[in-house]
Structure formats: C-alpha cells, structure tokens
C-alpha cells in the first residue's frame, strides 16, 4: 500500500497500473456477530464508536465493468450511522439478498460489512470491459450502484429494480484504503479541491440535487419560495446553495445561532432558529399540534413578505412533516428524502387534498444528476460544506459527532491521504473561491 501511496503522492500515475495489488487492505467495518451489541438501549445511546472496527480485509476480486480504487478521503454520511448502530435493519440483510444474486455479487456477503458512501481517490484497476476510465485517473464517486439487467431502470436508473447504495446496501465501501465500485459510479475530481474537500459533497450533494433541481424531484425554478429544513447539515448545506445558485429564495431553518451564521455565510437572509422559536409540534406521542404549525407558518410569511414555500425540502421525517404539509403554499410540493426522527408520519390530510399540493418521495440521484451535481462542484458554483476532518482510525467519533448533530455541513475522514491540503491540481480556481471553500471550517 505503502508504495502505492508514493506513487500518488509522487505524481507517478503511470506507475500504478504496474503496482500490485496488497492481497488485504484497511477498512472501516461493522461485524455481522455484533448485531445484537444494542439490543435494549435507546437509539441515542447506540454509539458508533462501540460497533465501527478498522480491520486488515481482503481485497476483493474485480469484475467485469468494476474498478478497484485507492481511496485517498472520505465521508460521513448518516447511513453509516444507521449501519453502525444496527437501526431500522442490520445492513447484513442487504449483503445476503445481494449475494444471492449472482456468483459475482457474493463476494458482497461477508461477515464484515465495510462502510461508507463517498470517496475521492485514484484508479487502481479496472475490469473487463471498461474503455472510459484507466488506472491513475483522478475520480470521486456516486453511490448509485444499479445491474440494468431489467427494463425498469432505463429511463431513471434509481427505477433499476436491483438498485442499490454502495458502501451501505453493497459491501467494499469508501471508508477504507481501497474501493471496490461500478466504473458507472466515477465521475472526474474537481481539480481545485482537496482529496478530502472533493470526498465530502457526493452523496449528499447529489441527493439534493435530484431532490430540489431534478424534474425527478420539485424541480425548483428562480423565484420559488423553499423551505429548507436542516440548512446546515449534510443535505441541507446543499439545499441551500442549489436555492441560491439557482435563483430561488431559501428560508433557512436551523437550531442554533452558530448554524443561522453559517446560512448567511452561504448567502442566505431568511433564516428560523426552530430552538430559539421554540416549535412543538407534537403534543405528546401520539398527537400533534396544529396551533403551532400555524406559529410557524406565519413566522415563515412575516420573514417572506407573506409568501408560503412553493418547495418543502423534507427530510427530519415524523418531527416537522405535519407542519411541512401544512405550510407548502397551495399547490406546493413537500418533497421527502428521509425520516430522521421517525418513519411513520403523520399530517392531516385536508391540508393536502384541498390545496391540491404534491409529496414526492426522492431517493438519491441517477448517474446524469450526480454528474451534474459534480459539475457544479467543479466549475465553483456550489462548494464543499466540510468542517471537520479525522483520520480512518477516528471514524467512529466521527460518524458519533454526525449521530448527536453535534457537527456543522459535512465531515470528512482521511483514507491513505497522510494530512489534509493535497491534491489540488488548480490552484487558480481554487484561490477565486478559497472563502466559500473554507465557510464551514473551524466553525
Ligand atoms: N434518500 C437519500 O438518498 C438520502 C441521502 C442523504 C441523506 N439521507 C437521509 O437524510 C437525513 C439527513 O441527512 P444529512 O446528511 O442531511 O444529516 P445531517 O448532516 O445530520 O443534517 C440533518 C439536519 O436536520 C436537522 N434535524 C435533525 N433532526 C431534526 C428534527 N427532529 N427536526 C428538525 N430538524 C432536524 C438538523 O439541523 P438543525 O439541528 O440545525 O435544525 C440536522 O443538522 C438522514 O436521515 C439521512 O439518512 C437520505
């Protein structure tokens, strides 16, 4: 590995191709006989740093239209909280169904199960069959994995009946020193950023963008009204900008005072402190309560002049979605990724029908979109959101600061890169933005 990262580092691309591959190589894991490790405790307390392993595995075979990666950065996305702590499934479910697919998509159901599902790092290897990338070509990745086998995918490929997410439905993921991903997931590095700035928008840029630009998803237009829920988090952080870019008008919604200046950082003006407002929107358990969706809706119009959210950007889940229904403007769309905080939701229903407004259910991206989201990263237009890095040996805390929303934007993980700061390939571009690359760091 050692020389492998030398190669990298020494600019030595052409050399990689003539390397070995190391037989094993260090990976973030969970273990499928710690399953139970949570039984009985609250979802809080299940802590990622109990159940996430850094453990020597084999390098897996490569297949056909597959490429092998060294992975220089990744990131922490709130799936690998979700595998990490076992919840709402154990993700060895997914790698046993995959398994049985086929003699190739076996080698997916381990005992061990390496996470992650984003990564910026340089081809290894490629298998049989792929002309479009070669073996020191610079990428990051999506973690769309799709077969095609079946018509259904071939107009959107997250229809492909056999879609899965890599790293969290598939096994080999970006948390480790290698990659094992489909040559459709790569799309090029934006050369002015750092392996572990370039690593941190993927998942949770593309899933914003198919969510809130797509005609997949609200397909948003200059001038609408969105309601972002979350803006400085993962998704959220990218929600905003796409709003922004894209000449919508966000209305922020964060909990703290530190989260609402990192809005404004991003360009945002109409910004709700839901912790300083105060928001209950649940009585108790079971009912919820519509005095104080009315609250927010009309903290939303005195912030907007009197505008509803022609776009709700769901994705709390069972917390807010009553209210999110409530407050789309008549013929609005709530559009919904996720469920935080629960997924069984419940809204009233009258709202809805009445007003003649639209829930959409979004899923991360197709190939086309997180290209286009990529893009948008590489030409300056959206930025990386990163504002905290730690090595691959600290995942587990890193993924605990993202389980306890103790973090800002998104966190990023060092794979083989032995420091932070290296691989920009321009520097001119990046010093035209180095302000907006930074706005989450140290914060
Ligand atoms: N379907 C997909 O393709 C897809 C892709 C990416 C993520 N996801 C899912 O989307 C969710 C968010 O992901 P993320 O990366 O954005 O996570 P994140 O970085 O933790 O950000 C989520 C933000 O939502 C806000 N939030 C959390 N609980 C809330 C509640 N009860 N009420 C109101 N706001 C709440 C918090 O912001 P404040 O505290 O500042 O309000 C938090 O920072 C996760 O469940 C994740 O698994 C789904």
Request: with cysteine; glycine share 10%; proline share 5%.
């Amino acid at each position: 590995m050692q020389k492998i990262l030398d190669a990298i580092l020494a600019d030595e691309r052409d050399a990689l191709a003539h390397l070995p591959v190391p037989e094993t190589y260090k990976g973030m894991t969970v273990h499928a006989d710690e399953v139970n490790l949570f039984d009985g405790m609250a979802t809080a307390d299940k802590d990622p740093r109990r159940s996430l392993h850094l453990d020597e595995v084999p390098t897996p075979e490569l297949g056909p239209g597959e490429a092998l990666v060294a992975v220089m950065a990744s990131a922490i996305n709130y799936n690998t909280v979700w595998t990490s702590i076992f919840e709402p499934l154990s993700t060895f479910g997914f790698l046993k169904r995959y398994g049985k697919t086929s003699p190739l998509a076996s080698r997916h159901d381990q005992p061990y199960h390496v996470v992650g599902s984003d990564l910026a790092g340089v081809v290894l290897r490629t298998g049989p069959g792929v002309q479009a990338w070669k073996p020191g070509d610079e990428v990051v990745a999506h973690c769309l994995s799709v077969e095609l086998e079946s018509p259904d995918g071939h107009n959107d490929t997250m229809l492909d009946p056999e879609q899965r997410i890599w790293g969290f439905e598939t096994n080999f993921g970006g948390l480790a020193e290698l990659a094992l991903v489909k040559t459709n997931q790569l799309m090029p590095k934006p050369k002015h950023l750092t392996w572990e700035e370039a690593a941190s928008p993927g998942l949770v840029n593309s899933t914003a963008y198919r969510q809130l630009v797509s005609t997949n998803g609200a397909n948003m237009k200059q001038g609408d009204t969105v309601l972002i829920w979350g803006a400085s988090g993962g998704l959220g952080s990218y929600a905003t900008q796409f709003a922004l870019n894209g000449g919508a008008i966000p209305v922020c919604v964060v909990s703290s005072e530190e989260k609402a200046e990192i809005c404004r950082r991003m360009g945002a003006e109409l910004i709700i402190n839901r912790n300083a407002e105060g928001y209950r929107f649940w009585k108790d358990e079971h009912e919820q309560d519509p005095r104080e969706w009315k609250r927010f809706g009309a903290k939303i119009r005195e912030l907007t002049g009197g505008d509803d959210p022609d776009i709700v950007f769901e994705h709390p889940g069972r917390e807010t979605f009553g209210a999110s229904v409530y407050v789309a403007r008549k013929g609005g769309t709530i559009v919904t990724c996720a469920s935080t905080s629960g997924y069984m939701h419940s809204y009233d229903n009258r709202y809805l029908w009445m007003n003649l407004k639209r829930i959409i259910g979004s899923h991360f991206a197709n190939y086309r979109e997180a290209w286009e989201a990529n893009r948008l990263i590489a030409k300056g237009k959206i930025h990386p959101t990163l504002s905290k890095v730690y090595s691959l040996s600290e995942t587990g805390q890193a993924a605990r600061d993202v389980q306890s929303n103790a973090h800002q934007g998104k966190v990023g993980v060092l794979c083989l890169a032995p420091e932070e700061g290296l691989g920009v390939r321009d520097p001119e571009l990046r010093a035209r933005h180095l302000s907006d690359i930074n706005r989450f760091r140290g914060v």
